[in-house]
């Protein structure tokens, strides 16, 4: 494997500025090598001066061991010798020699790195001459080359000001490494001067350049679990995607696919007969970064220092769903973000031990400090010069590094027409560029990607995302579930409300009207406060529930242990769980808008149920609950609890136990809720009941004007606009 180097200049360099940019990358390369000398020097004179050893022979020879430290003292503190090299040592030195770079001293390691760095910038000055003649640019470069910060900001400033952010960003990143790097290593941030020596030597970046923050803290940001779900094309999508495999079909399925989180595994028939597979990744979506997907600004930061990223970990997830079979042989191709995921992916032993990655091709990705583990993968990298993207890895193909990390790699690096970022980063442009004028290197890829040409056989778009969503519902649904046979159809129980609005008005009212109430189950006493017996009307909308939505209405009268009641047995009972309380809610007249719901109240619950024209809102602080009469809501309602609810505290739901009754028994359902609820101390609400024989024949208007309830103020409320509930079917008590 040759790597190959292709560059189109749209700004022909002058003559001989080539054979120049070279000797310059020569001599840059000799001088970073002295510098690694001199620095490693300076830390084994530091490491000597700091030596507990040392010390104490210092201290058993006096003369001659004051004279050796006074010695390392000045050779590691004067300009005349190593500059102020202290920050190379440990412990102590070390600090010191931070606190004398916040002051402005430098040593003369770091001055020979630079020097190696402004060679660099030289020769690709000496390329890009456009460069050297913008004016702006030049000013950057003083000032970043000679210390001056504010200077340098000015110029940036200038630059977006003058040219526009695009062509600024695009204009500055042929030299973005070189220009990060010596500000890195000339600035007064102790924290970034191992990032400048990094680039400055072809390593690893394992921080960012200009503020010195390590890799694992800005990865930190990226958390997930990675997950993936097979979701479809439509039929737009599903008409475009390539069916011949080839290096354009294949970047052309990453551009259908945007950068909304989804990834591509296709099955090739290649020419000799055998089915391989295709693994494609977009990159990095614009904009600010989305919890719900590894495609963004911090998913990339993450993939190029992290190799376990949610990105990587999500492609896992899909490609066990896929079902590729063990040794399969597989081909990456990605584009930004997914280059650099789908590296970390080839560079990952125990995945090349499970199949074999055969090709990876990465088109504007920063994969320089990456490697495959299997040593047969080719690899082959398209950068653009003006690409601000590749060279975040410290490198870049044309940034002028002295360094080649991979020289079996096939390295397509060149200069389009176009010098706009992110323009020159999308991947329409990168494909339009392999098309017109990089026709050869195009036609090298594909003769790599060879076992690869042929029809596809089956295409499988996956959806990435950060964290797998939970089961809806979940943890309060996450319960086994059985079907019950009702007049109206079977029915699931526990009976599931995913989405629901509750609102729950507590009255206060004379014993002597409740008595009527409970007459068919005497042996229930109403629960009082002082000498007054509460009642509760209830109001829910169930948008999404296990039986189907419906609304509802329900009058129900608080009650006390039905074996051992005691006074104010209701409130010392809300401590308990709902399974080990005593007392709860006797319903006495319920109002539903769907035959199914009604069914399981009378049969599930004991309830007794019927269908009704109920509406039930709640926006805002304000409730809207009627019960309408067979003219619909063109009439006014029979019965309406409607009005502002007021101020309110958050309170935690409490679980509820209702009562119901059936010809011979007494049924006990325990009601399990979760969601935000709130509760309204002074509610500005009334209930309404409508007068006329339409509004008697209703049981729960009919109730409730019995209570006493007709114009009457709630003494409370508790209102719920995201409430949810399991209810399961009630227990037969012996009594």
């Not at 020769?123 to 913008?134: F, I, S």
């Not at 042929?174 to 680039?199: K, M, T």
Request: hydrophobic residues 40%; contains cysteine; aromatic residues 6%.
């Amino acid at each position: 494997m040759a790597s190959h180097h292709h560059a189109g200049a749209a700004h022909p360099a002058e003559p001989g500025a080539a054979e120049t940019a070279r000797m310059l990358r020569e001599a840059a390369l000799e001088v970073s090598r002295c510098a690694l000398e001199v620095r490693g020097a300076a830390a084994r004179a530091g490491a000597v001066l700091g030596s507990p050893l040392f010390a104490r022979s210092s201290l058993r020879h006096p003369r001659a061991g004051m004279a050796a430290q006074w010695s390392l003292v000045r050779a590691l503190t004067s300009a005349a010798g190593l500059g102020f090299a202290l920050g190379g040592g440990d412990g102590v030195l070390k600090r010191i020699g931070q606190a004398g770079e916040v002051c402005g001293r430098e040593s003369l390691a770091n001055r020979i790195a630079v020097t190696s760095l402004r060679m660099r910038a030289a020769a690709v000055l000496a390329e890009h001459p456009e460069l050297g003649r913008d004016p702006g640019m030049r000013r950057l470069m003083d000032a970043v080359t000679g210390d001056r910060d504010v200077e340098a900001l000015r110029a940036l400033r200038a630059l977006l000001k003058d040219k526009g952010a695009e062509r600024a960003m695009s204009t500055v990143a042929p030299l973005f490494a070189e220009l990060s790097a010596i500000r890195a290593l000339l600035d007064e941030n102790p924290l970034n001067d191992e990032v400048g020596w990094q680039i400055a030597t072809g390593e690893a970046l394992h921080a960012d350049p200009w503020f010195g923050i390590a890799a694992r803290h800005l990865a930190a940001f990226d958390a997930g679990e990675g997950a993936a779900v097979a979701v479809p094309l439509d039929e737009e999508e599903r008409r475009a995607l390539g069916t011949e495999g080839s290096l354009m079909d294949f970047l052309g399925n990453i551009d259908l696919l945007r950068t909304d989180g989804r990834i591509l595994i296709q099955d090739v028939r290649g020419p000799d007969g055998v089915v391989r597979h295709v693994l494609q990744a977009p990159g990095m979506a614009p904009g600010k970064p989305r919890n719900d997907s590894p495609q963004d600004f911090v998913g990339a930061w993450s993939n190029l220092f992290d190799p376990e990223s949610p990105y990587t970990r999500g492609i896992l997830l899909a490609i066990d769903e896929y079902g590729l079979p063990a040794g399969a042989e597989i081909a990456l191709v990605g584009h930004s973000e997914g280059g650099i995921a789908l590296m970390n992916l080839a560079q990952n032993n125990a995945f090349c031990r499970r199949f074999r990655v055969t090709h990876m091709v990465a088109v504007g990705s920063p994969i320089d400090n990456k490697k495959p583990a299997d040593p047969r993968t080719w690899v082959a990298s398209v950068t653009n010069q003006h690409d601000l993207v590749p060279t975040l890895d410290g490198r870049g193909a044309g940034s002028g590094s002295v360094f080649t990390p991979h020289p079996d790699w096939y390295e397509v690096d060149y200069i389009d027409s176009s010098h706009e970022f992110p323009l020159c980063h999308t991947l329409g442009k990168y494909m339009g560029n392999l098309e017109a004028e990089l026709a050869g290197a195009r036609r090298d890829i594909d003769e790599a990607l060879t076992p690869y040409r042929g029809p596809v056989l089956r295409s499988q778009v996956y959806q990435l995302k950060d964290r797998a969503n939970p089961p809806q519902g979940y943890p309060l649904m996450a319960v086994p579930v059985s079907p019950v046979a009702t007049s109206a159809g079977p029915v699931e129980t526990p009976v599931r409300y995913y989405d629901s609005t509750a609102a729950v008005a507590i009255f206060a009212v004379d014993p002597e009207r409740v008595a009527g109430l409970l007459s068919d189950a005497s042996w229930m006493s109403p629960s009082r406060i002082g000498r007054r017996v509460l009642v509760a009307l209830s109001a829910y909308e169930h948008r999404c529930v296990s039986l189907g939505p419906y609304n509802e209405l329900s009058l129900a009268v608080l009650v006390n242990d039905l074996w051992r009641p005691r006074a104010h047995d209701v409130v010392r009972e809300l401590l308990r769980r709902a399974d080990t309380r005593r007392t709860g809610r006797q319903v006495t007249a319920l109002a539903v808008t769907t035959p199914e719901a009604a069914a399981a109240g009378r049969e599930l619950w004991g309830q007794p149920a019927a269908t009704a024209l109920v509406d039930v809102r709640l926006a805002g602080n304000r409730l809207n609950a009627t019960l309408s009469g067979p003219g619909g809501t063109d009439a006014p309602p029979l019965l309406g609890l409607t009005g502002d609810l007021g101020p309110y505290v958050p309170a935690p739901h409490v679980d509820s136990v209702l009562y119901g009754r059936t010809a011979d028994a007494t049924l006990r359902s325990m009601v399990h809720c979760a969601g935000r609820q709130r509760f309204h101390a002074a509610p500005r609400l009334r209930l309404r009941c409508a007068p006329g024989p339409a509004a008697e024949e209703e049981p729960l208007v009919r109730q409730a004007r019995a209570l006493g309830l007709d114009g009457a103020r709630p003494l409370c409320v508790f209102s719920a606009p995201e409430y949810q509930a399991r209810r399961g079917a009630g227990a037969p008590l012996p009594r």
